[in-house]
């Protein structure tokens, strides 16, 4: 099979061959740990989800090394400590864990490996120290800065011109700064922000990272120096990864720091751009109280990663109702324990086809169709293909009577229900349908739906 992936670096959708297919490597840049995740942070999550999964499909489950960071130490978080008191240990570790708990929530496995930045200073003092003696950095004031002028390949990757950098980059044109396009690598902390000792400045060097440095020294560490995919959203290409770029092709003496740049689009709320003023800006923390996870999921995949996508609630909305005929589609049809790997051609190629997620999942809801209509010879393997592709794309997994029945937050108890629609099959027995039909109509009020089958009578919340 062959897979293309389209690359920011080149603007072209390339055929793509890893450096070494026993061990395909991906770093995606993963949350700064101070708030709820919303929306937005989620797309690059469940997108290189699918894209890990369907990787480790292509090359080999153990072939595989995706590392998403976790960045524990920025100006935001010790700001965040300021306004609440907290500190910010406490602050990065209970948004660590909600993090995770919402992703989990939407599907996307671990990556196998999340390193934090704090665990990685020495590193990165250890680059800083290859920029200076390289003369690609310099110590000015405390701060060792980048020189951006050193570096001819800078801005390749945005294709920004260079008042373009320094605009888009919105960096304080600092006194200490040769030039205003430099960035910093390394700065110094008061005795109340988060600090480690260094070679620069007073009191011991005593400083922090800037926020670039660390995705240079983690994915070096655990992927080495030059890997195969580099991802995040389309924000982070300028400055984040124009300056990863520089700061390890630099460091590490190489062409490149990883073969493939893959940035998924941005992503609108409600038609327009989130924010906490106009109230269309959802943390995933929220939606979950209020819809499954698996329908955020399905509503982000319904759009090509590459495009922007429109986050709607009514578009969650018709999700989870895409899902409910995903589930009745599968609903009593048992496992018949055969091979669960047998993923339509056609699946691959769209997903083959720089993720093609939304071309992958027509192809779903088409299987989905032809299981309602087949015959009960052919169901099982169209059950299975149905199955086996839902799980490339961390869908479909649940148990469909248990998402069919749903939680019980409409009042009527599971049992409640058992004993009415028993009530409703003594009222038909009897051939009293007055009573049975108003045993219906009170149950369907309640957003209890009822179908008689040949098996039997099913019930699920609409
Ligand atoms: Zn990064």
């Known amino acids: 099979m062959t897979i293309k992936l389209h690359n920011t670096l080149t603007k072209t959708k390339e ?32 997108v290189f989800d699918v894209l890990a999964n369907f990787l480790r499909h292509a090359y080999g489950k153990n072939n595989v090394t995706y590392v998403r960071n976790i960045t524990d130490v920025d100006d935001k978080i010790i700001n965040r400590a300021i306004e609440t008191g907290e500190d910010i240990s406490t602050i990065t570790s209970k948004t660590e864990k909600a993090f995770h708990d919402d992703m989990a ?167 327009e751009k989130m924010s906490k003023s106009l109230g269309n800006f959802y943390t995933v923390h929220d939606l979950l109280d209020e819809f499954p996870g698996e329908a955020i999921r399905l509503a982000l995949l319904k759009t090509h990663y590459r495009q922007p996508l429109d986050f709607r609630k009514d578009g969650l909305r018709e999700a989870k109702k895409e899902l409910d005929e995903f589930y009745l589609a599968l609903r009593n049809l048992s496992d018949d324990g055969s091979n669960l790997e047998t993923i339509p051609d056609d699946v691959l190629n769209a997903l083959g086809d720089d993720l093609n997620t939304p071309k992958a999942l027509s192809i779903l809801f088409d299987l989905k169709t032809k299981l309602n209509t087949a015959d009960s010879d052919t169901k099982p393997a169209i059950r299975n293909q149905l199955l086996a592709s839902g799980k490339m794309l961390g869908l479909l997994s649940a148990n469909p009577e248990e998402w069919l029945r749903g939680a019980s937050s409409d009042g009527l108890s599971d049992d409640t229900i058992e004993e009415k629609i028993n009530a409703r099959i003594e009222a038909r027995a009897n051939k009293d349908f007055a009573t049975s039909d108003a045993i219906r109509d009170e149950l369907l009020e309640s957003g209890i739906i009822i179908e008689d089958g040949a098996d039997g009578t099913s019930w699920r919340r609409s």
């Not at 793509?16 to 995606?28: C, G, I």
């Not at 990757?157 to 396009?181: Q, T, W």
Request: proline content about 8%; aromatic content about 10%.
């Open 15 to 46: 055929v793509f061959t890893p450096l070494d297919p026993k061990n395909v490597r991906m770093y995606v840049c993963g949350p700064t740990v101070y708030d709820f995740a919303h929306i937005g942070n989620a797309r690059p999550v469940v």
């Open 105 to 271: 929530a939407l599907g996307a496995s671990q990556p196998d490996m999340e390193p934090r930045a704090t665990e990685h200073i020495p590193e990165m003092i250890s680059i800083i120290n290859k920029l200076i003696e390289k003369g690609h950095a310099y110590e000015a004031d405390g701060h060792v800065l980048f020189s951006v002028s050193s570096f001819s390949e800078y801005g390749a990757l945005s294709g920004r011109n260079r008042d373009e950098m320094i605009a888009g980059a919105r960096v304080e044109v600092a006194p200490y700064k040769k030039d205003p396009a430099d960035f910093v690598l390394w700065k110094p902390s008061t005795d109340d922000q988060p600090g480690w000792e260094s070679p620069w400045g007073p009191n011991n060097g005593r400083g922090r990272p800037g926020w670039h440095l660390e995705c240079s020294a983690m994915s070096e560490k655990h992927l080495g120096e030059t890997f195969d995919i580099h991802g995040g959203g389309q924000d982070l290409i300028f400055p984040h990864h124009e300056n990863e770029i520089a700061q390890s092709c630099c460091a590490f003496d190489n062409k490149i720091m990883a073969q493939v740049w893959m940035h998924n689009g941005y992503l609108m709320s409600e038609g």
